[in-house]
């Protein structure tokens, strides 16, 4: 992690310039979640206005372009933090970015208050927002494409060499290479890259807005929702069918489905090799036991949890 790569004596220091930037009068450290930022939230009078992220130096190019499509995300409409300042500090060894705060719940803990009703009507107004999220297309074109079968020839490869396995590894490996034409010829647009309940914010039964757009990247739309099973479904089987029809506004195409397989089958791997960072083996096989099992490989269809299956998968 890059956390260490921040000294906490510095960002005190970073906080001591940013008073003559904004007016606040009380910081607290934000320690939650998996980022390698350190964050902090800015209040004044007990009232939460800001959010501080801080990075190391060497992310300030990713920082700045972090500030840059958030602001065009927020004048396009999306329900997100609107940036307020970014700046560099080479004595520091760090850089920041500053956002308005967004009060509220994450998903994780508002959804599982709800209905199934209410959760499937938020699962729709998370659809939309990610379809306007998806608006904004890379200043230059690239070949996605290849680059993203080569991400996934290494994530591969990476298995391989830990010389562990997964259920039905091999049948899954063929499917893949069988359907990788179907990455040629897409749409490129922003990915938000890791869209899922817990980076949302809830607020008396209404979906406030999305947050933590930090590992934004560049892709297929659609690949955005192979994380429904991964996390989402976890939290609110209703809410992840929601954010299917409020991208597509009820109308799915006929091709969605297949594809979507495709990128659960594609990304597998780096669930494994993601997933020891923070569980045993274990776990992590039975969760990928669990996304195989219910998800229509062969038939390119549905997953259960769409077609109305809301046990446990």
């Given amino acids: ?18 008073h003559s930037v904004v007016e606040f009068d009380d910081t607290v450290c934000l320690n939650r979640g998996y980022s390698d930022t350190i964050k902090y939230i800015c209040y004044q009078s007990d009232r939460p206005l800001y959010l501080l992220r801080v990075y190391p130096l060497y992310r300030y190019e990713h920082c700045t372009q972090e ?26 060894n760090c850089c920041c970015l500053l956002l308005t705060y967004m009060e509220g719940e994450d998903g994780e803990t508002a959804l599982p208050q709800l209905t199934p009703d209410e959760q499937y009507i938020l699962g729709l107004a998370a659809g939309q927002q990610l379809h306007s999220i998806h608006r904004i297309t890379p200043d230059s074109p690239f070949n996605w494409a290849d680059q993203r079968y080569k991400k996934y020839i290494s994530k591969k490869t990476a298995v391989q060499k830990l010389g562990v396995s997964f259920e039905q590894q091999k049948e899954l490996e063929r499917y893949i290479e069988k359907h990788t034409y179907m990455l040629e010829n897409r749409p ?9 309940p817990a980076n949302m914010i809830f607020n008396e039964q209404r979906l406030q807005g999305i ?14 929702f192979f994380k429904l099973p991964k996390y989402t479904c976890e939290t609110s089987i209703q809410f992840a069918r929601g954010q299917v029809d409020g991208y597509f506004n009820q109308q799915i195409p006929d091709d969605f489905w297949p594809r979507y397989n495709l990128f659960v089958a594609m990304n597998q791997h780096a669930t494994l090799l ?28 549905p997953p259960l949890w769409y077609r109305g299956n809301f046990l446990h998968i």
């Fill in 1 to 18: 992690m890059d956390i260490q790569l921040v000294d906490y004596h510095n960002v005190q220091q970073l906080i001591t310039v940013l």
């Fill in 67 to 92: 500030q840059r499509y958030l602001q065009q995300h927020h004048d396009h409409g999306v329900s997100c933090q609107q940036p307020i300042y970014s700046g560099i500090f080479p004595e520091l």
């Fill in 188 to 196: 490129i647009v922003f990915q938000h890259d890791d869209f899922h």
């Fill in 211 to 224: 947050i933590d757009f930090s590992r934004f990247d560049w892709g297929d739309p659609w690949e955005e």
């Fill in 274 to 301: 993601g997933g020891l960072n923070h569980y045993s083996l274990e776990q992590i096989l039975h969760k990928i036991h669990q996304t195989i099992r219910s998800h229509d490989f062969a038939g390119e269809g």
